[in-house]
T-cell receptor, first 116, second 112 residues
Framework: DADVTQTPRNRITKTGKRIMLECSQT?????MYWYRQDPGLGLRLIYY???????NKGEISDGYSVSRQAQAKFSLSLESAIPNQTALYFC???????????????FGPGTRLTVL | GEDVEQSLFLSVREGDSSVINCTYT??????LYWYKQEPGAGLQLLTY?????DMKQDQRLTVLLNKKDKHLSLRIADTQTGDSAIYFC????????????FGQGTTLQVKP
């Protein structure tokens, strides 16, 4: 079974709709992250959370919000989707963050979101 | 600022060696990573190297780190068609809070 799962795997929606992408992990990690991938741009960080009470904006947080419902669950919401939010979205987890091997991030399979 | 650069495309013949290169700007990098993304799939951690190492070998994979030039490379020996994928290099620095800085990804095409 996968350690990091994302639902849905694919989603097509219309401009203005509210969308929630969900991420669950069984690795027991405290840190969770949301990234988006666009062709030729690599991955860019949207939000990250170091524990249930600690949520931080990444480099491209505008238009997104997150909720850390439990240690194992981290959701990403698009309150009013727009076409330039069409992308591949990845959730990741890590044991810790501070310059050690335990910073290593493990990724989910991704959610492909299309906003028409 | 933090920046990671990769060339976008590499084509090799099956059986040859592939070398994927990456440069980074932040000298406080602690760990550097190589991730593989196969078509339609997520990111798979291939290997990583700590910044006080020059080289790390893992079966067909060899990672070389030149800290002076801020240059990282991934060599894949005896490249197979199953190695066709996008390869991302990424760094974590001691100055940030665990944020991974990714390169744009190098698409490796392996021709039979």
């Amino acid at each position: 079974d996968a350690d990091v799962t994302q639902t849905p795997r694919n989603r097509i929606t219309k401009t203005g709709k509210r969308i929630m992408l969900e991420c669950s992990q069984t690795k027991g990690h405290d840190r969770m992250y949301w990234y988006r991938q666009d062709p030729g741009l690599g991955l860019r960080l949207i939000y990250y959370s170091f524990d249930v009470k600690d949520i931080n904006k990444g480099e491209i947080s505008d238009g997104y919000s997150v909720s850390r419902q439990a240690q194992a669950k981290f959701s990403l919401s698009l309150e009013s989707a727009i076409p330039n939010q069409t992308a591949l979205y990845f959730c990741a987890t890590s044991e810790q963050a501070g310059g050690s091997k335990r910073d290593t991030q493990y990724f989910g399979p991704g959610t492909r979101l299309t906003v028409l | 600022g933090e920046d990671v650069e990769q060339s976008l495309f590499l084509s090799v013949r099956e059986g040859d060696s592939s070398v994927i290169n990456c440069t980074y700007t932040d000298s406080s990098s602690t760990y550097l990573y190589w991730y593989k993304q196969e078509p339609g799939a997520g990111l798979q951690l291939l290997t990583y190297i700590f910044s006080n190492m020059d080289m790390k070998q893992d079966q067909r994979l060899t990672v070389l780190l030149n800290k002076k030039d801020k240059h990282l490379s991934l060599r894949i020996a005896d490249t197979q068609t199953g190695d066709s994928a996008i390869y991302f290099c990424a760094e974590i620095t001691s100055s940030n809070t665990g944020k991974l800085i990714f390169g744009q990804g190098t698409t490796l095409q392996v021709k039979p």
